[in-house]
């Protein structure tokens, strides 16, 4: 009579076949020879894997398609179908139709694309990273509108700044109104409280000479635009006298005229302490066309009298003529090239002689050494030369980046060709935003090259303590230097965790632990923070160890299943899928292999 010895546990699922005569270890005992569609629960024991359900076809059956998950809420959520130059979406009642066929939405992504598009969702918008491509955005309007644009970045991200030699002029300022000469020249009309003669020289530009004082501790200066024009301003700096700063408002309000009324769009209070010839900025909202703007004071910095120097008020930028930016060679743009018509949409940065940077967006190239832009923050002091300038990092000239995700509220670029090992984070919850201040404030943009031992192309960023960074020759963290402040440009921290290098395959998160695919693309390993770590460190160790050889000839996808199994699915080069049944806690790691009859599986 043959005896079969009862098994408690398969919670090391299929093991690997070098186990096969290992009698000796646990591990035997609670594997098995095969594990053919099967899972392994999360309590040790196995079950048949359900059979699949035919859904509908991929839009071309000779072509590969890709698919991605997007889940708004446990009611609201899709399948999207990328494919060769195009996406379509999956519900779980099947295919979404728009009008009697499939609703598809066209992209530039070709077939051979599809192997290195990475996403990171936040709500109804998923940002998708793709080397070779500018980013993109992808917004969900409803079932049946989704929107694909090119994402739109403000105020960066940014090269390091060199030193090339090479100085920008700008034609114009960015400024509602030119640079005076007189009360009305060369255009529009400036006029103050005391009806002042010379109040022009507050537009003039020059610090040097100064409007008369006017008598009392309140009053105003305006401008006036001429034969009935209209702009919208959003912002406004100020100059303190050069020789009487305390004349100088402590307490006012900038304000528009439509035609009837002067409406307030600014008010400040205790702007005191002014030195001399002293600048301070303002900023405020507004997409309304006024006849007419005006700084109008109700005290100043204890002085009997008032007196500003210089007023600059700020064209916004989206309602402005774009104005030309001469560069005096080609040195330093574009690798020596100059300006180039792919730079249309980039940002670039201009320091001002009055020591802050501005931001341009470029609407249109004229040659190698001149563009158009559009100017924002504020308006420039006057139409010097700049010696100091940047572009922006993203172009086709400095490559894409080709990994995303998100980290602490703020969106993460990373991983271009020209900076394989950079890593771009927006401003705190202002994803499209990547500017920075001076002086800096804590939720300014953050970039960081990693540094150390090492270093490969950054494979992949995923959000969990820190910044979880997989690249091809280790594994990387990002996270705050000193924990009792915040995130930031100044309390930041990346350390090298492990030596283990990762794949350009997404990773899975599960219990804040990222499982990942290796460098070989051949094994599943976790990384996540050591509980055995004094210094509170991360540990990569594999979870494939016994069951290797199922993961041949490797690893293309990875893929989280929540519902009604806890699974990490794995597709392979040659179309095969394993199971990893994977519950820390229990110590419950264990893989199965699963058969498509009559198919391959591309995409999970």
């Given at each position: 009579m043959t005896v079969y010895p009862i098994q408690a546990t398969f919670s090391r699922g299929q093991l690997a076949r070098a186990l096969h005569g290992r009698v000796d270890i646990d591990h035997y005992r609670q594997g098995a020879k095969e594990l053919s569609n099967w899972f392994v629960l999360r309590h040790g024991g196995v079950?048949?894997?359900?059979?699949?359900?035919?859904?509908g076809a991929a839009r071309y059956a000779a072509k590969e398609t890709r698919l991605f998950p997007f889940v708004f809420s446990t009611t609201q959520a899709y399948v999207l179908e990328f494919g060769d130059l195009y996406i379509r979406f999956w519900t779980n009642g099947g295919q979404v139709v728009s009008g009697g066929s499939p609703y598809t939405v066209t992209t530039t992504y070709t077939e051979s694309d599809l192997d290195n598009l990475q996403m990171a969702q936040s709500g109804d918008a998923i940002y998708i990273a793709c080397e070779g491509f500018a980013p993109r955005k992808l917004i969900r309007n409803s079932e049946t509108s989704w929107t694909l644009s090119t994402f739109d970045f403000e105020d960066g991200p940014y090269l390091d700044e060199g030193e090339q030699g090479t100085y920008i002029?700008?034609?114009?300022?960015?400024?509602?109104?030119?640079?005076?000469?007189?009360?009305?020249?060369?255009?529009?009309?400036?006029?103050?409280?005391?009806?002042?003669?010379?109040?022009?020289?507050?537009?003039?530009?020059?610090?040097?000479?100064?409007?008369?004082?006017?008598?009392?501790?309140?009053?105003?200066?305006?401008?006036?635009?001429a034969g009935g024009t209209t702009k919208v301003a959003d912002a406004y700096w100020i100059v303190a006298s050069d020789y009487a700063p305390e004349a100088t408002p402590t307490t006012w309000t900038f304000e528009g005229y439509d035609g009837s009324n002067w409406i307030v769009l600014d008010t400040r209070r205790g702007e005191t302490g002014w030195g001399r010839a002293e600048q301070r900025y303002f900023e405020f909202v507004n997409e309304t066309a006024y006849k007419a703007y005006r700084l109008k004071w109700t005290n100043t910095d204890g002085n009997p009298h008032s007196l500003v120097a210089e007023l600059g008020i700020h064209e916004r930028a989206e309602n402005q003529t774009p104005f030309t930016i001469t560069a005096s060679s080609t040195a330093g743009i574009n690798?020596?090239?100059?300006?180039?018509?792919?730079?249309?949409?980039?940002?670039?940065?201009?320091?001002?002689?009055?020591?802050?940077?501005?931001?341009?967006?470029?609407?249109?190239?004229?040659?190698?050494t001149a563009v158009k832009i559009q100017l924002y923050g504020h308006a420039l002091t006057g139409t010097y030369p700049i010696a100091r300038w940047v572009m922006s990092a993203f172009s086709a000239d400095s490559g894409y980046p080709r990994c995303v995700g998100f980290y602490k509220e703020r969106l993460c670029w990373a991983g271009t060709p020209t900076k394989p090992q950079t890593l771009w984070m927006s401003k705190s919850a202002n994803y499209e935003n990547f500017g920075t201040s001076s002086p800096g404030v804590a939720d300014d943009a953050i970039t960081i090259t990693m540094t150390g031992g090492r270093l490969n192309t950054i494979s992949w960023v995923e959000e969990g303590s820190e910044l979880l960074i997989g690249t091809a020759g280790s594994m990387r963290t990002v996270g705050q230097a000193t924990l009792n402040n915040a995130f930031s440009a100044t309390n930041v921290d990346q350390m090298l965790q492990s030596h283990i290098g990762a794949a350009a395959v997404p990773p899975v998160m599960i219990q804040r632990m990222a499982i990942f695919a290796d460098a070989f693309q051949s094994r599943i390993h976790e990384f996540g923070p050591d509980p055995n770590s004094p210094s509170g460190g991360y540990a990569a160790p594999e979870l494939t160890i016994l069951s290797a050889d199922l993961f041949f000839p490797g690893i293309v996808r990875l893929v989280r299943q929540d519902n009604p199994f806890n699974l990490i699915w794995a597709v392979r080069v040659d179309g095969g899928l394993v199971t990893t049944t994977y519950e820390r806690a229990q110590q419950v790691v264990g893989c199965a292999v699963h058969a498509v009859s009559g198919g391959l599986v591309e995409s999970a």
């Open positions: 079950t048949r894997r359900p059979g699949t359900v035919y859904a002029t700008p034609s114009e300022t960015g400024a509602v109104h030119p640079r005076m000469t007189g009360l009305t020249a060369p255009s529009g009309t400036v006029a103050d409280s005391s009806g002042n003669a010379n109040a022009w020289y507050i537009f003039d530009g020059d610090l040097s000479t100064e409007p008369t004082i006017i008598g009392p501790t309140y009053g105003w200066y305006s401008y006036t635009f690798g020596g090239a100059g300006f180039k018509t792919t730079d249309v949409g980039r940002s670039i940065r201009l320091y001002g002689t009055d020591g802050k940077w501005r931001w341009g967006k470029i609407k249109s190239r004229t040659s190698s």
